[in-house]
């Protein structure tokens, strides 16, 4: 594991994203202010972002080498925690201050897992689908389905599926892509159930959806801010399929919040289910709650003091 953390020193990876990274830096963006949902005047005074993707890995080393050479992504920070027998990577396309994140779990020993069903993909957009998938292909990247326009649509998509079987959809976008971690795509049984919850619980605002009775299913597109710029849940709901099996591989994802405390209250006012009470994390002293949506898919809201302190601290 010595050999991420020294990754991290001497990363040099090439950079295929040439259009986001010459996207000017983003600015130091304050989390979207939480859409007022009724009877909770704390979701308007909240500011949330997404932080990061939470899920666990077979081989560490050879994950982030894969990111960075396949993807283009940098090694953000690289923490590794002996007494309880893990570590962690956090990789994306620019700082967590304001960019979304990829935080890989590896559990000393444990090779892989079971994916399930109900996770799908994440989703990286890139200027030229066609070139970042040949630029993948000569990096030794599995391709599993090629570039083309997405059936019954129009958006370029390719997949790329990781060494721990992970499936990285990339996404054709014109214009700047400041934020390339675009999607974190679920499979869920209820959609109007769903975007309840993403809305009223999480504070989410619903962007889009689009439904494809040609293929069956229906897609919400969910999030703090516009596609363009911001990472969003794409729940993907196929007709008459009302749960998944979820495995044990993908865990969940981060959000910020200016108050772990309000949070748990307005969640349960709301309807949630506070599956882990506010309190910092042991060892780390980040304070944290965790939550399920209506699917039983894992939510984490963190302290945003907390977040930025851990990252001063690296
Ligand atoms: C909009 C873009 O981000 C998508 O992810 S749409 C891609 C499309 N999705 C589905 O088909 C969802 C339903 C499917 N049964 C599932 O559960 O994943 C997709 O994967 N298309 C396949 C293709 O080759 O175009
Ligand atoms: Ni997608």
Redesign the pocket.
């Known amino acids: 594991m010595q050999r991420a953390a020294a990754r991290l020193a001497s990363w040099t990876a090439p950079q295929p994203f040439t259009a986001a990274a010459r996207a000017p830096r983003a600015a130091r963006r304050m989390a979207a202010p939480v859409q007022a949902a009724a009877g909770s005047d704390w979701l308007s005074q909240d500011e949330r972002r997404m932080l990061h993707a939470v899920y666990r890995v077979g081989d560490m080393d050879k994950t982030i080498k894969y990111y960075q050479e396949c993807f283009g992504m940098k090694l953000l920070r690289y923490r590794d925690i002996p007494e309880d027998k893990y570590s962690n990577a956090f990789l994306g396309y620019g700082p967590e201050e304001t960019h979304f994140a990829m935080e890989l779990t590896y559990n000393y020993g444990v090779d892989s897992y079971d994916l399930g069903e109900g996770f ?2 994440f ?1 990286i957009a890139a200027p030229d689908v066609y070139k970042l998938v040949d630029a993948v292909k000569a990096a030794g990247g599995n391709v599993s ?1 090629e570039a ?6 129009k ?1 370029v ?1 390719a ?1 790329v599926d990781d060494p721990t079987g992970y499936k990285f ?1 990339l ?1 054709q976008r014109e214009g700047e892509i400041p934020e390339p971690l ?2 974190v ?1 679920l ?1 869920v049984g209820d959609l109007d159930r769903s975007i309840k919850f993403y809305t009223e619980v999480l504070g989410m605002k619903l962007l889009r959806t ?1 439904d ?1 009775p040609e ?3 229906t ?1 919400a597109f969910l999030g703090y801010g516009p596609e363009e710029s911001s990472t969003v849940f ?1 729940l ?1 709901y ?1 007709y008459g399929k009302e749960g998944y099996e979820k495995g044990n591989a993908y865990a969940q994802v981060a959000i910020s919040t200016k108050d772990v405390y309000k949070t748990a209250e307005q969640v349960k006012a709301a309807g949630g289910n506070v599956t882990r009470e506010p309190g910092p994390v042991p060892g780390i002293g980040t304070k944290i709650l965790a939550c399920t949506d209506p699917d039983g898919y894992k939510i984490v809201f963190v302290d945003n003091e907390d977040f930025l302190k851990e990252l001063e601290q690296k």
């Open positions: 799908g993909h989703g389905r083309g326009p997405v059936k019954g649509g958006t998509i997949f959809e996404i675009a999607q795509m499979r689009r494809n293929y069956k299913y897609l794409e993907t196929n």
